[in-house]
């Protein structure tokens, strides 16, 4: 093979590697693709000290190798999360499994009348999202919560039409968030 053909090989052997690996985080491959990562590698080194009197392939190749070695942090770090159990997509993923997942949305409805229990049971399950989010949530407090609860309920009396609210904490694309809605 040509330079040029071997490049070209290289170039769609990398991007299917980039597609199987996205396949196994999503969890449709069980095991990373190591096989061909160690193919592409192999042919990375072997033309990483090979003279290219060509700008136009020179150019080509140090795109790819860039390209490459971006990956191959990327996977690494993300592979360093998943043994750790911190990788989100994972955790979703085995939520869902787990019979936790709800189309995406994790919610737990609360009444609105804010007795102490209700607001205990609020804060305890937004705090909760929170940290299973693994976002901050050391700095909150149930007087927060409270409050914006209290700030919200005039103007979300005047949209829904009514006193008689619900309150129900969402988990949306990572971040959970405190939904109202009118109760039945």
């Given at each position: 093979?040509?330079l040029v053909?071997e ?9 299917t590697l980039?597609f ?11 095991r ?6 160690s193919e592409v590698?192999q042919?990375?080194r072997k ?5 290219m ?5 020179k150019?080509?190749?140090t795109?790819?190798l860039?390209r490459?070695?971006?990956y191959?942090e ?11 159990g911190?990788y989100s997509?994972d955790?979703f993923?085995?939520d ?5 997942g709800d189309n995406?949305?994790n ?19 937004f ?8 976002l901050p ?10 409050a914006?609860?209290?700030?919200s ?8 039409g ?5 309150f129900?904490?969402v988990?949306e694309?990572g971040k959970p968030?405190?939904?109202a809605?009118?109760?039945k």
């Amino acid at each position: 093979m040509s330079l040029v053909e071997e490049l070209s090989y290289l170039e769609s052997q990398l991007s299917t590697l980039i597609f199987k690996y996205e396949q196994y985080f999503t969890g449709l491959e069980k095991r990373p693709p190591l096989k061909l990562f160690s193919e592409v590698e192999q042919m990375a080194r072997k033309y990483a000290n090979t003279p290219m009197g060509n700008t136009e392939l020179k150019h080509k190749f140090t795109m790819l190798l860039a390209r490459l070695n971006t990956y191959r942090e990327r996977w690494n770090r993300i592979l360093r999360l998943i043994e750790d159990g911190k990788y989100s997509r994972d955790k979703f993923n085995a939520d869902l499994r787990s019979g936790k997942g709800d189309n995406g949305r994790n919610e737990k409805k609360v009444p609105a009348d804010q007795d102490a229990g209700d607001l205990d049971r609020l804060f305890n399950e937004f705090r909760e999202a929170r940290k299973n989010c693994q976002l901050p949530f050391e700095s909150l407090t149930k007087e927060m919560v409270a409050a914006t609860l209290e700030k919200s309920k005039p103007a979300l009396a005047a949209k829904l039409g009514t006193d008689n609210i619900s309150f129900r904490i969402v988990v949306e694309n990572g971040k959970p968030k405190i939904k109202a809605a009118s109760r039945k």
